[in-house]
């Protein structure tokens, strides 16, 4: 008489976004998804702000040191915060190559583009004011 052997083989997986079952004896700590979806978004917000926060101590007194007078005449107090905005975020790329494009509509046919970038190359600004002219056509004023 002959015996068989069967083996069976079974795989289990796990699923991509673990589900919170175990209970925790802290009081303090969420016991439902939602609740824990909740304090996890909130910690990264405040993660979030504190390293802007980090960013502005550093850039808003270089930024004020380092534009022109005619600058700050010129440039509207929303536009600034857009130009911050964009030099933030090439500073937090750390890359050395890199451009960012800030477009503000003065009028219903006028917009401002502010080029944003992370270094100075020759023929930049010939390419930049290329660029626009290929896009807008005529160019009505060009500031630099």
Same mark, same amino acid.
């Given at each position: 008489?002959?015996s068989?052997? $069967?083996?069976?083989?079974?795989?289990?997986?796990?699923?991509?976004?673990?589900?919170?079952?175990?209970?925790?004896?802290?009081?303090?700590?969420?016991?439902?998804?939602?609740?824990?979806?909740?304090?996890?978004?909130?910690?990264?917000k405040?993660? $979030?702000?504190?390293?802007?926060?980090?960013?502005?101590?550093?850039?808003?007194?270089?930024?004020?040191?380092?534009?022109?007078?005619?600058?700050?005449?010129?440039?509207?107090?929303?536009?600034?915060?857009?130009?911050l905005?964009?030099?933030?975020?090439?500073?937090?790329?750390?890359?050395?190559?890199?451009?960012?494009?800030?477009?503000?509509?003065?009028?219903?046919?006028?917009?401002?583009?502010?080029?944003?970038?992370?270094?100075?190359?020759?023929?930049?600004?010939?390419?930049?004011?290329?660029?626009?002219?290929?896009?807008?056509?005529?160019?009505?004023?060009?500031?630099?």
């Open positions: 008489m002959s068989f052997f $069967f083996v069976r083989r079974v795989a289990v997986r796990r699923a991509l976004v673990p589900v919170v079952r175990r209970r925790t004896t802290k009081s303090w700590i969420p016991q439902n998804e939602s609740e824990l979806q909740n304090c996890a978004m909130t910690a990264l405040h993660a $979030f702000t504190a390293m802007n926060l980090s960013t502005a101590e550093t850039l808003i007194p270089w930024f004020l040191n380092m534009m022109p007078a005619s600058y700050f005449r010129s440039v509207s107090h929303e536009d600034r915060l857009q130009h905005r964009a030099i933030s975020a090439l500073r937090s790329l750390e890359s050395r190559d890199d451009e960012l494009r800030v477009v503000t509509a003065a009028s219903e046919d006028e917009r401002v583009v502010t080029f944003a970038t992370t270094g100075n190359r020759p023929g930049l600004l010939l390419r930049q004011v290329q660029q626009l002219s290929r896009e807008a056509g005529r160019l009505a004023q060009v500031q630099v």
